[in-house]
Nanobody
């Protein structure tokens, strides 16, 4: 069982940066792919980024490639999403998720953290 808690959201001006954290409980954090998703008002949830547990590899949605960086510290059971050059269209609730088949199928989800980018 893995429990996830996101933090680090907030209000930022366009062009600014935020770093989201996803703290996980459970001893098997290192055996799960960690993914970030987001959901804007009136829109479906969308994939943002993933950090694979099988190989040291990361994946990004085209909309955030080059601006966002996902990382993880297995010793601290924490994953991060560094978000730079933020745009108003990045405004959403951001969720971290975990699972061996994530992001295709994620077993565990956090409660979400709000990110608001003002123009």
């Amino acid at each position: 069982q893995v429990q996830l808690v996101e933090s680090g959201g907030g209000l930022v001006q366009a062009g600014g940066s935020l770093r989201l954290s996803c703290a996980a409980s459970g001893r098997t954090f290192s055996e799960h792919t960690i993914s970030w998703f987001r959901q804007a008002p009136g829109k479906e949830r969308e994939f943002v980024a993933a950090s694979s547990w099988i190989i040291d590899n990361t994946y990004y949605a085209d909309s955030v490639k080059g601006r966002f960086t996902i990382s993880r510290d297995n010793a601290k059971n924490t994953a991060y999403l560094q978000m730079n050059t933020l745009k108003p269209e990045d405004t959403a609730v951001y969720y971290c998720a975990a699972g061996r088949s994530c992001p295709r199928f994620c077993d565990y989800w956090g409660q979400g953290t709000q990110v608001t980018v003002s123009s």
